[in-house]
């Protein structure tokens, strides 16, 4: 009995009288419902999609302050060889070489790439081993992934985008921003030879 409205943006959640009403389509339509579910982030659907007027000062006051958490880089790799032939279990692993984990987050919020992330390991072809598509025989599909700076800037992608090219997304072939994405997956690989201290000699694949 539903409706799928597509390309259609949402411009303001209706609240009146302390209640939700419905939502406001971009193009001034007006779906009426008792409830709105947002995917949109916390501070995004409280202060522009709700709108400050409808909310509690103190909400107001406590939505500004809200921080976007640093966010995970990740990266893709192939290693030759079966980790269940090394005895590697089926599970995800963490690897801190640190044990200031705030350390690593003010580096990455100062627009710095931490110099030696902690990890998140998973390894799907391990969770996965009947799924072929995951990686040629062979090979062993791992992620890796660790706190990134979310500046532009420490992608060599400011002022508009590196070149001028951050609109279409070809930004992603300057120079400064492949390099400094080679880097931070070189980092990652080399906290990573703390539990495969062989890596280097095996990787087949790397995408960060």
């Known amino acids: ?23 406001e389509l971009d193009d001034g339509r007006v779906v009426r419902a008792p409830v709105v579910v947002s995917n949109a982030d ?27 958490a640093a966010p ?3 990266a893709y790799v192939g290693l030759r060889g079966d980790l269940r032939a090394a005895g590697q279990p089926p599970r995800n692993a963490w690897v ?12 990455a919020a100062a627009g710095r790439m931490p110099e030696r992330p902690g990890l998140f390991v998973t390894i799907a072809s391990l969770k996965d081993p009947q799924h072929a598509s995951l990686a040629p025989a062979g090979v062993t599909n791992v992620q890796l992934m660790g706190v990134a700076p979310s500046a532009p ?7 508009g985008g590196a070149g001028g090219e951050a609109a279409d997304g070809s930004y992603r072939r300057h120079p400064v921003y492949r390099e400094r994405k080679r880097e931070y997956g070189e980092r990652l ?19 960060v």
């Open 1 to 23: 009995g539903g409706r799928v409205a597509l390309r259609s943006g949402a411009r303001r959640i209706l609240v009146e009288q302390g209640r939700v009403q419905g939502v």
């Open 42 to 68: 916390l501070k995004a659907t409280l202060l522009q999609l709700v709108g400050e007027a409808a909310l509690r000062p103190a909400t107001a006051r406590r939505a500004r302050r809200y921080a976007m």
């Open 72 to 74: 995970l880089g990740v």
């Open 96 to 107: 801190l070489p640190e044990l200031d984990l705030e350390a690593e987050y003010a580096q």
């Open 153 to 159: 800037e420490a992608w060599g992608v400011g002022g």
């Open 189 to 207: 690989l080399a906290v990573a030879t703390r539990l495969w201290p062989d890596l280097a000699g095996r990787l087949e694949y790397l995408e």
